[in-house]
């Protein structure tokens, strides 16, 4: 990326915080926008960003090279939408939404031909929110997903790779809307589905002083921000309800075998589960 | 207890091998029994134990003032039956297992009456296993409950206290047979059960790349000890499938929701679990 490339950061939570700190560390000019001023003042004050504002000013929207969407997954297309008249010939937009199909093909279809939207996915986070908690050393241990689609240009797509260069990403790849949705859906929303289905079962709190580290260590996600998740699981329905289906069907099996005492199955899905699991600890 | 107390641990690993450390650094003359010559000669040389048998020997097991077993939950049953005989006049049984109705109300049936079994359970444990990997400070942060019945006497039940204070557990408690696997069977079983069914549902080995810490929490117990945990799922089968049968509903409730994108149902799920799981946290 050009030394004097513009960056504009839409949304300057936990992720939006934390790239304009990684982005203005590396030398890059960077403004921001946000609902919640004491974001912007936060961020101001660190030295992260330079400009800023509360509404979308068009005077900052026009000096972007690159815009950068780190808000909620419906606002991203609401707000490409309402501003997308104010944007600098051959901007180009990219996002750190966890689900892509709903956004990066909804994008493309109604947005202005010299302009380029191109999926991302850097997945990174915290239990925390707002820039104040913003780290950009978070990225140093995470992967950085790149979702092109036939729409994208090798310039999009370069632009991509070396913001998650820049931010010092651990590991990069490229996904299909369609592969990172479905991989998402069982890595990610599936077992958040699990973790609050768990903690919805019965109202089990006055056990909480004969809870180990198993049972806090599954249900830590099942705190979980109503909004945002609602909206990712929506734009995901497909995938996660079968995934959810599947999940369902393996459950039953495990229950026949037990309602059984066929102990010969059981113990073939534990050593099978003992053998998977392990794979991931390499 | 008196500091004459002689203990006999039969089944020397990671649990057995921690009461013999704790015990004899309190001062108390330990032996044990164990299948596994390698075990025995460890803690002998750390000195966690005096004499000790590959077999039942019926020298170490009549100077025995109280036994602990820390085998396979049948094997209790098994072993307590075929040598019981041998064991001395007003001698305490007590165990470590992690399932109680099985254990405690079996034995209690036929057990001598000069002998008294009273069923304990710490909840402490590791990843690995063997005397090798014992550690008694395992216990300083772990709760210990005791499940008396109508068989038991005060002073068994005065023993159980005792050891536990002993060991230095962090938190006494003491529960009924079935209160005890109730519990056991919604806070660690069915979590298992969870974990276990989540890695079979899909081989999705080649995603590790891609799993997060929400993953590889929620999945870290999905590694499991094939016939250790066939037994202890089998000895609580009405509770256990109870508990899976209320979760797979509570799954089809939010499966429901999704599926009709019912958000406010959502949201109200994930505040609910959110509110519930903040309490595990104090």
Known sequence: MKKETHFLIVGLGLLGGSYAQGLSAAGYEVDAIDLDEQNLQYAAQAGWIRQFSVEPDPALIQQADVLIFAVYPNTIVDWIRANQSWMKKDAILTDVTGVKRGIVETVQQFLRKDLEFIGAHPMAGKEVSGAK?????????????????????????????????????????????????????????????IAVTL???????????????????????????????????LLNQDYLLQDIDDFAAELQHFRKALAQGDSEEMKRLFRQSTQRRQQFDH
Do not use: C
Not at 140 to 155: D, G, L
Not at 172 to 186: A, R
Not at 210 to 224: C, E, H, P, Q, V
């Open 199 to 233: 903690m919805n079962t019965h109202d089990n709190t006055h056990l909480a002083e004969y809870t180990g580290d198993s049972f806090r260590d599954l249900t830590r996600i099942a705190k979980i921000n109503e909004n945002l998740w609602t909206e990712l699981f």
């Open 133 to 193: 908690n913003s780290d950009s050393s978070l990225f140093h241990v995470a992967n950085f997903i790149v979702t092109p689609t036939e729409k994208n240009t090798p310039r999009g797509i370069a632009l991509a790779y070396d913001l998650a260069k820049t931010l010092g990403f651990a590991h990069l790849s490229e996904l299909s809307l369609q592969q990172h949705d479905k991989m998402i859906s069982f890595v990610s929303q599936l077992t958040h589905v």
